[in-house]
């Protein structure tokens, strides 16, 4: 690996090539209405302080996730955390921008998925 460094120290990298380089991803097709649905309750979760994306059990639906058994609760905590982290990534992101960027379209698209796979099996577990 050293070697290839030492090999490539000098090397000059087009203008345009950096260009392209530091331009954000996009995607055409944009936000579907689901995404876009999706993002906004979270948002709005976030910045009313329902949903503190510090705190994974803020995140719970309580009348379900409380008749859950021992085993299936501690399959939601982790999923929550899980969660949790990725949703603080959109969070960061958002406060940057206040826009929906192709990063947060994919973030949000990871949540969506996490969440829908996890009560598909055990029912309304998060209030998201």
């Not at 087009?14 to 579907?32: C, H, I, R, S």
């Not at 329902?50 to 501690?74: C, W």
């Not at 949703?87 to 826009?99: A, F, H, S, V």
Request: aromatic share 8%; hydrophobic share 35%.
């Amino acid at each position: 690996m050293q070697k290839i460094l030492e090999q490539y120290k000098d090397a000059i990298i087009d203008p345009n090539t950096q260009k392209q380089l530091n331009e954000p991803l996009t995607d055409a097709t944009g936000f579907n209405a689901g995404q876009e649905d999706f993002l906004k309750l979270l948002i709005k979760k976030i910045e009313s302080g329902e949903l503190n994306t510090h705190t994974s059990q803020t995140l719970y639906n309580r009348a379900v996730y409380d008749k859950l058994s021992e085993s299936n609760q501690e399959k939601a905590d982790l999923t929550a955390i899980n969660l949790m982290s990725v949703i603080r990534q959109i969070e960061t992101l958002w406060k940057i921008d206040n826009k929906a960027s192709f990063q947060i379209q994919n973030l949000v698209e990871t949540v969506f998925q996490m969440k829908s796979a996890f009560e598909q099996k055990y029912g309304d577990v998060y209030i998201i």
